[in-house]
């Protein structure tokens, strides 16, 4: 088992960054989920839970997250200057049970003993030292053989969440391990009102500290199914660009069950670590206005939002060109992107996701799309769209390439802006650099590539009758994509 | 006089374009008030105020506006397929009084006893039909040397308008003009409260049905500084692709002045005539609300506006590409435009003008500024700005060329996407079709000009350290613009 100098065992982090929720639409999105944005403070919920388990006592993190995500990920990493033991893809969102449990076999593989910290991506914890304590302090109980889940002083009577119950006699405010008496799942509203009175219940914050044989052991015990199916997707992942693939035949066999179900309302070898100093789930946009710090008004502002007379209300433009003003209002959330605008009273923000559905049932493409597409050699977003033409923003990152492709349906003008392109037409290689342009015909087999050190930007022009996505014949990719 | 076949007067529609209101930001703004907005229905108000005076008994219109209009009049008119008799260009905005005098100078030049019918062009008034027939009913009146001012009978105690009060004996509920005891300047709150509560007082509307030769008279006896500098405005004028530009070294001598201050509160000869048929200034956003047609819950929703569980609410996406949500909301005017965002309690709807006041002196460019930039050629739109770049759409509308000009600090690309453009540069003339693009240099003399019967669209893409509009040197011009 690996240790630090001092003695105490390295703590290897499990984020999983699977997730897509759409409670926090329009900033959250299917294609682009809460973990990756920038809701609270300077870095992405991503980002910030990375470097919450970063530094002395932690190795480097194992992710689970899916494959749209991938390069999301690991592009985020990058800009904090984090490098990931590995990345575990799922070929399929199956909830936390076996993402937990692939985490577990992966390291397992090198060695059983190791303690591993599970933690969502997405959710806010303001005391960065407080938590380091209380996981240093919770530690040796997983090293002998515990599973430890973190709990949360209930401040509301909140239905939305699972609930844990102490033993009897055990102190919700002890700063030590405490005994399990057992957990509870989503309680009614009168359920969560009693429980908030009875210092015996902590929420279930989804954070677990054990021995990745400590939870292989628990998952061959008590899911077997799942256990067997998540063996067999390890045995025959492959390995494709830095990322673990998990293999999508053994994977459909895995059930889609929560770490709680699978494994944690059965086990007896559970203990509680109270911890009282700050956590969020930011499970919807009241919880961002309350994590965010309300001014003397009770007024959260992004910047470019003005407040005239509003009170207890979130103001968040989340476009560099947007203002965005708020006037007489009182408990309003109010978020606008370029292409979504969200007004909600604060009382109603739990109904976000509802909307969604409802969009989405309309063929909205905003329920799911995010304006900026995201792809392993960087991001495009469209800039307007006429009866026959199309502009693009292309970003490309340092080094990366587009797949050598061609289009049926239309021409593309390219005009580079920032940085050098070494583009292909038809065979033939040339060097474009910022205020060049070159003309990309229809039918033509073009590559684009940044062999430079900065990004790379260029307006993509495109002109013909149909414009769709799909209007693409891939010939080479170094993404292996279709 | 000119007289209808049936022996009627015909009446010339004089149409007043020149406000700048701020009360509807975002839509309208200095740049683009709310008369060209679509804000009701299916045109502008500016276009459904021509069309609203047009057809059998009304000349062609004479319309009053500022410079920065100009081509936004005539290209809306033209949308319409309305031609003016004139469209008067004031150098600066002068108010309603110096506007009207100047139009009834106009047209006293061919025949000094036509029948002006005065109407701001920003107004919505339901029925066309019924206010048609109440100008035919107070045309006689006029026609004798009255003037004709057309009264609403007050549905709230507002404080936002002037009051019309009827001498003891006449009746507001008549069908015919009735004489008037004298204007009441806007009240507070508890004289406002008292007038609603007394039927001999009617809101003032602005519109006012008169001889040319009477209101001239008017202006001569009641501001006599403002009569002769006008006179002295239009003897100066001179015609320019059309328009008819006051002379703007007389024009600086004209007070700013409303047409009530200057000759309707010192006049005898007034008369009333009642409209009880339904009008809205809209002038704030509960009004548009209000006259917008709420459904059964109270909401008014546009296109790509969806409410959830929303009641007296009114949700405006302006912008095709933006997806505007609602949950939860009561009393709620929620406006989102590309560049900017209002969201305001209803009850607070009339401090929109503030706000904006308090942006502009944030030095936000949106309190003023207009994403689609109107010229005399055309339009233009900002897709994207980036450090050293910036991509434009720009509409050159058929037969229409901007300058000659070059720039110092940036070289454009262009990219045509719909139409033909035919492109000079540096002397070089070249015709360029749809999915064709230029390259215009740095410091390079350049011209586009759109030969053709539609309007052609192109790409522009410039790049360079300084992109400001300012960066432009004109050579030649046929608007005539420095």
Redesign the interface.
């Known amino acids: 088992m690996t240790q630090t100098e001092n003695g105490s065992p390295v703590i290897t982090p499990v984020l999983l960054g699977g997730g897509s929720g759409t409670r926090l ?2 900033v959250s999105r299917k294609s682009y989920p809460k973990q990756f944005s920038q809701l609270v403070g300077a870095q992405s919920l991503f980002q910030a839970s990375a470097l919450r388990v970063s530094g002395p006592g932690f190795a480097p993190p194992v992710i689970v997250t899916g494959d749209p995500f991938r390069f999301i990920v690991t592009e985020q990493l990058a800009r904090i200057e984090q490098a990931p033991q590995a990345i575990l893809i799922e070929p399929e969102g199956r909830n936390t049970g076996p993402a937990v449990l692939a985490a577990a076999l992966w390291l397992a593989q090198d060695d059983p003993g190791q303690l591993m910290l599970v933690a969502p991506s997405d959710h806010v914890i303001p005391d960065t030292a407080a938590f380091r304590a209380a996981v240093a302090t919770a530690a040796p109980r997983a090293q002998a053989g515990d599973m430890v889940t973190f709990g949360i002083p209930p401040t509301r009577p909140e239905t939305g969440y699972g609930y844990l119950e102490l033993q009897p006699g055990a102190r919700a405010d002890a700063a030590s391990p405490q005994p399990l008496a057992g957990f509870v799942e989503k309680p009614d509203a009168a359920r969560a009102a009693r429980m908030l009175q009875d210092e015996r219940f902590l929420w279930n914050a989804g954070i677990f500290l054990m021995r990745a044989d400590t939870a292989i052991a628990a998952f061959r015990t008590h899911a077997p199914v799942l256990h067997d199916a998540v063996t067999g997707a390890l045995a025959g992942a492959r390995s494709d660009l830095g990322f673990t693939r998990l293999d999508p035949g053994a994977w459909a066999d895995v059930p889609d069950i929560s770490i709680d179900y699978a494994i944690m309302e059965k086990a007896d070898n559970l203990v509680v670590m109270p911890y009282p100093h700050g956590w969020s789930d930011l499970g919807s946009w009241d919880a961002v206005w309350n994590a965010d710090g309300p001014d003397a008004q009770g007024n959260v502002c992004s910047d ?1 939002a ?1 407040a ?2 509003c009170a207890d209300t979130l ?1 968040r ?1 989340e476009g560099t ?10 408990d ?1 959330v ?1 978020v ?1 992107m ?8 604060k ?3 739990q ?2 996701k ?2 969604v559905g ?2 989405a049932a ?1 063929g ?1 493409a ?2 799911d799309a995010f304006p900026r597409v995201h792809r392993p050699w960087g991001w495009f977003e469209c ?7 199309q ?1 693009k ?1 292309i970003v490309v990152n340092p080094g990366a390439a587009l797949s050598l492709q061609s289009h049926h349906h239309r ?1 593309e ?1 390219w ?1 580079v ?2 940085g050098t392109a070494e583009v292909t037409v038809d065979g033939a290689v040339q060097l474009v650099s ?2 060049q ?1 070159v ?1 990309v015909p229809l039918g033509a087999r073009h590559r684009l590539h940044n062999p430079g050190k900065l990004p790379m ?1 260029l ?1 993509e ?1 495109q ?1 013909g009758a149909y414009l769709g996505e799909d209007d693409i014949i891939r010939y080479e990719d170094v993404y292996a994509r279709d």
Chains 1, 2 share one sequence.
Not at 321 to 330: E, K, Q, T
């Open positions: 639409w329009p470019r003005h005239i007379d103001l433009s060109g947007i203002a965005l003003v708020g006037i007489g209002l009182r309003i109010a606008a370029p292409d979504a605008v969200l007004v909600a009273h009382s109603q923000a109904r976000v509802e909307a409802a969009l309309r909205v905003q329920a800039l307007v769209t006429g009866g026959r033409f502009v923003r021409a003008h005009i802006v920032e910022e205020n342009s003309y930007v307006i022009v002109t």
